[in-house]
C-alpha cells in the first residue's frame, strides 16, 4: 500500500519545477542564430530556384553553378555599323560547389536506470526527456554553426559602391538628451546602396546591441518631429537578432544583406537505403523544430549496459555570389550584397578611414 505522503508530494514538486522553469529551462532556452535564420528564411531562399543536393538518396552531391557576368556600358559604341564579321563571344561562368564541411556532437548517453528516478506521473517521459537533453545539443550545434558561417562572411565581405568595406551608420539621433530616438536616415542610407547597385529585395539587417535597441524602437515609435512615422520604417527592412556576430567583426558592427546572394548548402547522410535501422542501433534524420535544418541521427543500444547512444551530424557549405560575377569593367565590380556596417552615437566618433554617412 502506497503512502500519502510520497503519493501527493512528489508529483507537487514536479508540477512546482515545471511551473518554475518553463520554457526557460536551460534545455529549452534557444540561443537566437539570426545568421542561420536567415539564410533559412522565406526572404533569402524566396524568389529563386533550389537545386537539391540530395534528393533523398544519400548520395553525396557537387552543383555545379552557371553564371554570366554583368556587361559594361564601356562597351557600347556610339555609332552604327554595318559589320556582320566581327563580335565577343560571352561564355558562361563555372562554379562547383561541394559540401565538405562537417559538425557533430559527442554522444549523448542515456542510462535507464536514470530514467527510472523520475518522479511519475507528471515527470517527463522518456523520450520527451531524451528530447530536451537532444534539444540543449542541437542549440550547441546550431551556435557552433552560426560562428563558423559568420567566419565564412567575414571572408566575403563585399564592397560598397565607392569601395569602401565597412560604412558607418547613425541609428540614434543624439541632438539632445530628451530627444533620443530611431533616426529614420538611417535606413534610407542602406536602401540607397541598394539601388546604386541594382538588387532587388529589401535590406536583411543581422546583429545585435545597439541595432538590437534600435529595431526595438521602431516598433514603438510615433510621428516624429519631421511627419515621418517611424513604426512603419521596421516594416520595410528584415531584422534577424545575433548576438554571436559582433564578437567576430567587431564592437556594434552589423551585417545587410540582399536577398539570395548567400545560401546555406547541407545534405543528409542517413536517407534513402542508407536509412537503416534495427532493434539495437537507428541511422535517420531528425529535424531541428527552430531552424528546419534536418541533421543526421545515430543511435545505438546497449543491451548490456541498459544505455542509449545518440549523436547528431551536419554536412554543410556556406556559398555567395562570386567575385567574377560582374566583370571588372563594372563599377558594380566586387558588390556582392553583402554589407558590413558600424552603428555609431555620431558618425565623427566611427573609426578614422571609414566614409561618412
Known sequence: MSHGFTNCICPKIQQALNNVVGTNAPSLRRDRVGMIEYLRSPENTGGSEVIQLDPGTGKRKVVTLNYYQKACDTDVTESITDDCSTGTETLPFCEDVEVTKELEIPNQVFDQDHMRRMCAPLAATD???????MMAQ??????????????????????FMDGNTIKPVQLFNTIATD????RALALS??????????????PNFIGSGKLNRFYSALDIGAVNAAGLDLSKLGGSTNFFYDRFLQGLFGEDEFLVFAPGVAQLLTWNKYVGKYAVNSPTFEHGTIVDPFTGIRFDLKMHYDDCTDMFYIKLQLNWEFWNMPDDSDDSCADTFGVNGIYNYEACDSVVECKTGHSVS
Open 127 to 133: 523520450e520527451q526527456w531524451t528530447a530536451r537533453i
Open 138 to 159: 542541437m542549440n550547441a550545434l546550431l551556435v557552433r554553426l552560426d560562428k563558423l558561417v559568420l567566419t565564412e562572411v567575414l571572408a566575403n565581405t563585399g564592397l
Open 189 to 202: 542610407l542602406v536602401q540607397d546602396e541598394f539601388d546604386q547597385a541594382g538588387f532587388n529585395g529589401v
Open 179 to 182: 530627444a533620443q530616438g530611431p
